[in-house]
């Protein structure tokens, strides 16, 4: 939305002053420079919004994508210090006199993160035992693990098999409760557990739709089993389906 009103913005300045009530920031460059920078950040938040979203996402990934962007704040924050723009092209366009107020919009987005994630960071090295158990130091990790990973570093045929499958099937088919107990536990601990409220917000956009002011008459029965089908991943039969009802006989 903010790119589309920069990319008009000659074309609102325009408007607005054939109404009769210009706007005055549109004329004034200090204005057009923070709405460069904002769209040029919300771009990058946004990409990154849409990176932690969908079904079936690990923990572990979910926290590299937030550890990347706040890699990248570090950058931006170094370069905009030194005026350098090259990452932020729209402000770029408008060729501010100085920067530095949006190296301090970064910091300030750096502090977040650091603050809004601190929590997970401090499984960082749990979750490393579960997303790179072929990587961690087997004298850093807790003492009831590490018999079991030193076995598995030592496993070549493994080491290969993991770097060729997913990281779940690999867990599934190789980490068996027999041979890597205690290992097996830990991951199913943190395959499970949820890293965002993506399934919750998109089952609630689901019932939503289901129970509209349209369909107030519909009981919470008929409303269980709708969302039950509309958030299953299990693909419905519907030719056996229609087979086990009995067609309307004509009169």
Known sequence: ?????????????QFMEMKGTPVREL??????????????????LSELNVKLQGPNQLLSSLLSHVKSFEAKLKLWKVQLER????????????????????AGECAKLIEAFSERF?????KQQELNIFATPFNVEPADVPDNLQHEIIQLQ?????KARYNNLS????????????????????ALKYASVFGTTYCCEQFFSKLTLAKSRLRSRLTDANLENQLRVASSTVPPNITRLAKEKQFQPSH
């Open 118 to 122: 601190k929590d997970v960071k401090s």
């Open 154 to 158: 030592s496993d070549d045929e493994l």
């Open 27 to 44: 004329s004034d460059s200090k204005w057009l420079c923070d709405l460069a920078f904002m769209v040029d950040i919300t771009k990058y």
């Open 83 to 102: 005026s350098n723009t090259v990452h932020f092209p729209t402000l770029q366009e408008q060729n501010p006199s100085t920067t530095d107020e949006y």
């Open 167 to 186: 990281l779940l099937e690999f867990y599934r088919r190789y980490v068996s409760a027999d041979d890597f107990p205690i290992l097996r536990r830990h």
């Open 1 to 13: 939305m903010l790119m589309r009103f920069y990319e008009l913005r000659d074309e609102v300045k």
